[in-house]
C-alpha cells in the first residue's frame, strides 16, 4: 500500500426508520371506493394497533415505560451538603452505625421536605441515601410512583420542583421533627433511571471500592467471562483519598449492541446524577480503542444495567489513583518549532471540568499551522455549531463533536488554544500537532491549503478536492486538457460527457451530444426524455429503465435479478435492508460486510485498526511468508486473484503450498487469527497471464472459519451493482509502501476513489478490459503495490454495509502520477463465482 495523504471514510450513517403516516390516503370517489377505503383504514389500525404493542409493551425494561398505560416510576437523584456534621470516616462504612443513623436521619429530612408538596406528596414513595464523602456530602435518590390513571401528570415532575421542596424545607429545616436538625444546602436533582436507583443496604451486586496510587486492582461485570444474565443491576462505588483523581480502564468491554438495553453508565458523583454523568456505554469495543476514564475528584459510580436476553461476556475493569494535579494539569507554553499536545490524559477521556491553555510561540515572523490527528469531544444533545458544553477554542471559535481533520494556522507567530471541559460528560478529547511556517512560503515546494494542509502542487486544480475544503480547486484556470465548468472548477475533459456530474453542478453533463430534452443512453444514443422509467426498454442497454423504482418485466445489465427470475430495476438492491423481490431473495445471503468492532476513527496514519477489515486474509506460500492478499467471502471460500497462483513455477497452483491467515493485523501476531489450510485453487479459466484479463481466483478451505469479531465475510455485489465514479471505496493489504518496497508487517489501509472508464482506458492505454476498473489518484502517491495483489477494494454503501468492488490485480509501478491501480471487476465475474461455489 503506498500512501501519501489519508482521506477519511465513510462515517457510519444512522439507519433512518420511515414510520406511514395514516393520512397519505386517496379520497374514494365512489361508494365502494368508501368501502374500500374504510376497511383499508381498519386494516391499517389494526396492523398499526400490533405494531404498537410489539414495540412499545413488548419489552418490559423499565426504560420503555414512557407511552404505556401502565404506572410509572419517576427518580429523582442528587447530592446535598450537611452543614452541621462533622466528617467522620466511618461514614464511608454503609455497614457502619454512623452511616445507618445519618442516613435515616437525612432520608426522613427528605422525605419529610417532599410531604410538604402536595403534589409530590400524593406520589412519594421512598428516599434512600446511597454514600456520604467528605464536605459532608450526602447523596439520595427518590423515588414517585405514579398510577395508570395520573400519566399526564408525568411531565409535572420537574427537577425545579423537586429542588423547590427540597430548598424550601431547608430553610425550615430547624422546626423540622427529626432526630438530630439536619442543615442542608446545594441541593442538586436530577431525573434517573430507576434501574440505577440502588439501596446500598439491600441489594445485591453492589461494591464500594477503594482507589490506591500505584497499585492497579480489578473488578468484572457478573458472569465474567462467561457470559452476565438478563436483569443485573449493578453498582461500584470507587473512592481514593482526597487530592486524587480515579483512573478506570476497561481492557474487555464486551456488552450488547443496544443501549436502552444494556448499559454501563460512569458518573463522577457518588449518585447517578445526569448533570455529572462521565459517560454511558454499551456494544463492544476492540483492544486498540479501550475505554478508559476518570474522575475529577476523589469519588466516581459505576452502573451496570443489562435487560437484554443475548449473553455476552461483560467487562473487566482496573482501577487505580493518581495525584489529581496529575489528571487536571494541563496546557502551558510551547516555544520549540513543532510539537504535540493532546487534552488531559490522552489518550484516556479527559476528566470533567478541567480548563487548559497553550500558548505556542513560535520564531518572530514565523506563523503557526495546528493539525488535529485525533479530535473527539462528543457530547448528548450538544450542537456541534454552538459548543456550549465541551469545546477546545482557537482564535475565537470553539470546535466540538467529532472532526476528521481540523488544521488551522495562524495570524501571528503566537496561537492560543483553550480546552474546556465542563461537569458532564466527557470523551477521548484531541491530540494535535503544530509547527512553524513561513508565511512568505508555508508550504515549500507544496501547494497551502486554507485549511492550512499542504498538498503536492500537481493536485491543485486536479479536479479532485484535494484540500477538503476545495481551496485547491477554485480560480483555477482551465487548462488545454481541462473542461471549465460553470461553477469555475476545471476538471479533465475526459470526464465530460461520462454521465458523472463530476462538476457538482451539473455543467460537464450538460452540453453533451444530446438535446436538453432528452436522454443519454449508456452508449451515447440519444432519446426523447421520456422513455426513461416509462417500463420499456429504449435504450439498448436499458439505462433508461435502471434507476427507476418500478419497471416491470424491464430486466437489462442494470437490473437485479431475483432468485425468481424477476428483475429489479433499482439501483444496487440488494442487501439494502429493503424487500424489492417477491421471493426476498435480494435480502437473502446479507450475512455480511459488517465490521463488529466499534471502532475509533484515528485521523491520519495508515495502520489498520484490529477488526476494521474483518474480511482481509494474507496468504503465505510454502517457507516465504506473506504473498498476496485474499477476501473471505464465506466460511469456506475466499476471493483472490488468479495471478498469485498461475505463474512460471506450477508449485504456487499446488493448494498445500498455502496457508491462510483471517483475523490478522500485524504478521508477527498470532492471537485470534485462524490458520487453514487450502482444500482447493480455482483460477478462472480465462485468465489471461499477458493481459491480467479475468484475474481471479477462488480458494476453498480445508477447514470452515469460525467468524469472530476480527473474521467477516465481505458482500459480494450482484452482477448489475454499480460503483459509481468518485465514490471513496478502500484498499488493504501488507504490501508494500513504496514501488520496490518490501511487504509491511501491519495491515495497511488507503482510501481510494473510483476513476471512471473512459479516463481509466486513457491512462492505461486500452490496456484495461471490462473485466477490470480503475481506482486511485490520477494525481498519485495512494495506490496498491506489490503484495496487495489478491487483496480486496471494498466500499460502503449507504445501507450499512460493505460490499467488494475490486481484487487488487496490477498497476504501473504504484502510486504513479496518471497510473492508477487497476482491479478486477467483480460485478462482471459475479456469476462465475457463484457457478463455482454457490455463493
Ligand atoms: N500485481 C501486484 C501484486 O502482485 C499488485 C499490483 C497493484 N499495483 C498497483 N499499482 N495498484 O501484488
Known amino acids: 500500500m503506498h500512501s501519501a495523504r489519508y482521506d477519511h471514510g465513510p462515517n457510519g450513517k444512522h439507519e433512518q426508520i420511515n414510520f406511514l403516516s395514516g393520512s397519505e390516503k386517496v379520497p374514494p370517489k365512489r361508494k365502494t371506493g368508501l368501502v374500500i377505503f374504510v376497511i383499508i383504514a ?26 404505556r398505560r401502565i404506572p410509572q416510576t419517576i427518580v429523582f437523584s442528587g447530592h446535598m451538603k450537611l452543614a452541621d456534621v462533622p466528617y467522620d470516616q466511618k461514614l464511608e462504612d454503609i455497614r457502619s452505625k454512623e452511616f445507618s443513623d445519618l442516613a435515616s436521619n437525612l432520608e426522613s429530612v427528605i422525605g419529610e421536605s417532599i410531604k410538604k408538596d402536595s403534589f409530590l406528596a400524593k406520589y412519594y414513595k421512598t428516599s434512600v441515601v446511597t454514600a456520604f464523602s467528605r464536605g459532608v456530602m450526602g447523596y439520595y435518590w427518590s423515588e414517585f410512583y405514579v398510577p395508570a390513571s395520573d400519566l399526564e401528570l408525568v411531565p409535572e415532575f420537574s427537577e425545579e420542583r423537586m429542588l423547590d421542596a427540597l430548598n424550601n424545607s431547608v430553610k425550615n429545616s430547624r422546626s423540622v421533627m427529626t432526630p438530630r436538625s439536619l442543615k442542608i444546602s446545594e441541593v442538586t436533582a436530577a431525573r434517573t433511571d430507576p434501574r440505577m436507583a440502588r439501596n446500598p443496604r439491600s441489594v445485591e451486586c453492589f461494591y464500594v471500592l477503594e482507589a490506591e496510587e500505584g497499585k492497579l486492582k480489578t473488578f468484572t461485570s457478573p458472569g465474567y467471562p462467561k457470559g452476565y444474565t438478563s436483569k443485573s443491576r449493578c453498582q461500584w462505588q470507587i473512592r481514593t483519598s482526597e487530592k486524587n483523581s480515579i483512573l ?70 482496573q482501577y487505580t489513583a493518581i495525584p489529581l494535579s496529575n489528571a487536571t494539569t494541563c496546557g502551558g507554553s510551547l516555544t520549540e518549532t513543532e510539537g504535540v499536545f493532546t487534552s488531559p490524559l490522552y489518550p484516556r477521556f479527559y476528566p470533567p471540568a478541567v480548563d487548559c491553555k497553550w500558548t505556542i510561540k513560535v520564531p518572530p515572523g514565523n506563523k503557526v499551522r495546528v493539525k488535529f490527528t485525533m479530535f473527539r469531544m462528543k457530547e448528548p444533545t450538544v450542537d456541534v455549531h454552538v459548543c456550549h458544553k465541551d469545546y477546545v477554542e482557537i482564535m475565537g471559535t470553539k470546535y466540538c463533536g467529532e472532526m476528521a481533520s481540523l488544521a488551522l494556522t495562524s495570524e501571528t507567530n503566537v496561537l492560543e488554544v483553550n480546552f474546556h471541559s465542563d461537569k458532564s460528560y466527557t470523551d477521548k478529547g484531541f491530540s494535535a500537532e503544530y509547527s512553524a ?25 486536479d479536479g479532485w478536492n484535494d484540500c477538503g475544503d476545495m481551496s485547491d480547486e477554485i480560480k483555477c484556470k482551465c487548462d488545454k486538457e481541462q473542461f471549465a465548468c460553470d461553477n469555475g472548477l ?60 418500478s419497471s416491470p418485466g424491464i430486466c437489462s445489465e442494470f437490473s437485479f435479478t431475483c432468485s425468481n427470475n424477476e428483475c429489479v430495476n433499482k439501483v444496487n438492491a440488494e442487501c439494502d435492508r429493503e424487500n424489492d423481490c417477491a421471493d426476498n431473495s435480494d435480502e437473502a445471503g446479507c450475512d455480511c460486510g459488517t465490521r463488529p468492532y466499534k471502532l475509533n476513527r484515528i485521523v491520519g496514519g495508515q495502520n489498520a485498526e484490529l477488526g476494521e477489515w474483518p474480511w482481509q486474509v494474507s496468504l503465505h506460500f510454502m517457507n516465504n511468508g506473506h504473498v498476496c492478499g485474499a477476501s473471505i467471502i464465506s466460511d469456506k471460500w475466499l476471493l483472490s486473484a488468479s495471478h498469485c497462483f498461475v505463474t512460471n513455477d506450477p508449485a504456487n497452483h499446488v493448494a498445500s503450498n498455502w496457508l491462510t491467515y483471517s483475523g490478522m493485523q500485524a504478521q508477527y501476531k498470532q492471537d485470534g487469527v485462524q490458520r487453514r489450510a487450502v482444500k482447493t485453487i480455482i483460477s478462472h479459466p480465462n485468465y489471461n497471464p499477458m493481459t491480467f484479463d479475468y484475474d481471479i481466483a477462488l480458494l476453498e478451505l480445508s477447514d470452515p472459519l469460525q467468524f469472530t469479531n476480527t473474521i467477516q465475510p465481505i458482500c459480494l455485489p450482484s452482477a448489475s451493482h454499480v460503483f459509481p465514479a468518485g465514490t471513496s471505496c478502500w484498499v488493504t493489504g501488507w504490501g ?92 462482471k465475474l459475479r456469476d462465475w463465482v457463484k457457478m463455482e461455489t454457490g455463493i
Open 42 to 67: 381498519l386494516v391499517v389500525a389494526a396492523v398499526a394497533a400490533v405494531l404498537i404493542w410489539f414495540f412499545v409493551f413488548k419489552g418490559n425494561s423499565e426504560a420503555a415505560i414512557s407511552n
Open 490 to 549: 476545471c476538471k479533465p475533459r475526459l470526464w465530460v460527457c461520462d454521465r458523472v456530474n463530476d462538476c457538482g453542478d451539473g455543467s460537464d453533463e450538460k452540453r453533451c451530444s444530446c438535446e436538453e430534452n432528452e436522454w443519454r443512453c449508456g452508449n451515447g444514443v440519444c432519446l426523447p426524455q421520456d422513455v426513461v422509467c416509462d417500463s420499456k426498454q429504449d435504450c439498448a442497454d436499458g439505462s433508461d429503465e435502471a434507476s427507476c423504482k
Open 437 to 461: 511556517y513561513d508565511p512568505a512560503d508555508p508550504c515549500p515546494n507544496k501547494f497551502a491549503c486554507a485549511s492550512g494542509h499542504c498538498i503536492a502542487k500537481e493536485q491543485k486544480c
Open 736 to 827: 508494500a509502501q513504496r514501488e520496490g518496497g518490501q511487504v509491511s508487517m501491519m495491515l495497511q489501509k488507503a482510501s481510494v476513489k473510483i476513476i471512471n472508464d473512459t479516463v481509466c482506458d486513457m491512462v492505461t492505454e486500452g490496456q484495461v478490459t471490462s473485466r477490470m476498473l480503475c481506482s486511485g489518484f490520477l494525481a498519485g502517491g495512494i495506490d496498491a503495490c506489490q503484495g496487495d495483489s489478491g487483496g480486496p477494494l471494498v466500499c460502503f454503501e449507504e445501507s450499512g454495509k460493505w460490499f467488494q468492488a475490486g481484487i487488487v490485480s496490477w498497476g504501473e509501478g504504484c502510486a504513479r502520477r496518471n497510473k492508477p491501480g487497476v482491479y478486477t471487476r467483480i460485478t
Open 248 to 317: 478506570v480502564d476497561f481492557p474487555v468491554f464486551y456488552i450488547e449492541d443496544y443501549c436502552p438495553d444494556d448499559f454501563v453508565f460512569i458518573y463522577d458523583s457518588l449518585s447517578p446524577d445526569d448533570y455529572q454523568a462521565i459517560t454511558q456505554k454499551c456494544g463492544q469495543r476492540p483492544p486498540s480503542n479501550p475505554l478508559a476514564v476518570a474522575s475529577s475528584g476523589n469519588i466516581m459510580l459505576i452502573n451496570f444495567i443489562t435487560d437484554s436476553d443475548v449473553q455476552r461476556p461483560g467487562f473487566e475493569a
